[in-house]
């Protein structure tokens, strides 16, 4: 690929601008991006449009090669954190534009584990499909995702756990849920290399996510799901 030093962006024409984009999150170039962004923007393109077509699609070419083990974790979140600095870009215009979201996500690593690059990677590439992010960090008590829940009423609730020894914990959070007569209002998705899809079944979560890339897949099958559902009631 042609150095991006020797390359004007205001060149391209808007397709081109478009495939370089995609080419430019793929190899994890910050600077590049946010350059496009500001050129689109120029060009009186939609901020949704800039994120749908250029970033969440240049993600989505990322995680489909990162499932595939072309990429690996240190390139994929290069790629997130170029995405990130677009994102900063158009988050306040896309909340002045009332942009649809794709849905809203709580996110954290359960109580006892401080273990954060996979949460984080899935916090981004979440993001980058265009899904509104709440990240509570690490070492989570029942109690801070239950205030969370209260608080952003998401989609989706995911955990995290690193260790054995945490892992049992989600059971906790998702049985609270279940005490307080929540449990159905919630999509729960588990994940942390320890994991295996019987123990998400055992925890009463809704699905397994092995990695970042399968987590947006699971999250995206599961909101169609939703918003079909709210579509027939209507």
């Not at 240190?74 to 306040?92: C, S, Y």
């Not at 690059?117 to 993001?127: A, F, P, Q, R, T």
Request: with cysteine; charged share 25%.
């Amino acid at each position: 690929m042609a150095n991006d030093g020797d390359l004007d962006l205001n060149t391209l024409n808007d397709d081109e601008l478009v495939q370089q984009v995609h080419d430019d999150l793929y190899d994890g170039l910050k600077e590049e991006i946010e350059a496009a962004v500001h050129i689109f923007l120029k060009r009186n393109w939609t901020p949704y449009d800039i994120l749908t077509k250029a970033l969440v699609e240049g993600m989505r070419i990322v995680g489909v090669d990162f499932r595939d083990g072309i990429l690996f974790v240190p390139e994929v979140l290069l790629a997130a954190n170029a995405m990130k600095a677009g994102m900063f870009i158009l988050r306040p215009l896309l909340a002045e534009t009332g942009a649809p979201k794709v849905g809203k996500m709580v996110i954290g690593t359960v109580k006892g584990d401080i273990h954060d690059i996979g949460k984080n990677l899935v916090s981004m590439m979440m993001e980058g499909a265009g899904f509104e992010v709440i990240d509570l960090g690490i070492n989570n008590p029942v109690e801070k995702y239950l205030e969370a829940i209260e608080q952003h009423q998401p989609d989706i609730l995911g955990m995290s756990a690193l260790l054995t020894t945490t892992m049992p914990y989600m059971k906790v959070v998702v049985d609270a849920m279940i005490e307080k007569g929540i449990r159905q209002d919630y999509v729960v998705l588990v994940g942390g290399a320890p994991l295996n899809e019987a123990f998400a079944n055992s925890v009463g979560a809704d699905a397994y996510c092995r990695d970042a890339a399968v987590a947006v897949e699971t999250a995206k099958a599961f909101m169609a799901k939703r918003q079909g559902s709210v579509l027939a009631k209507k």
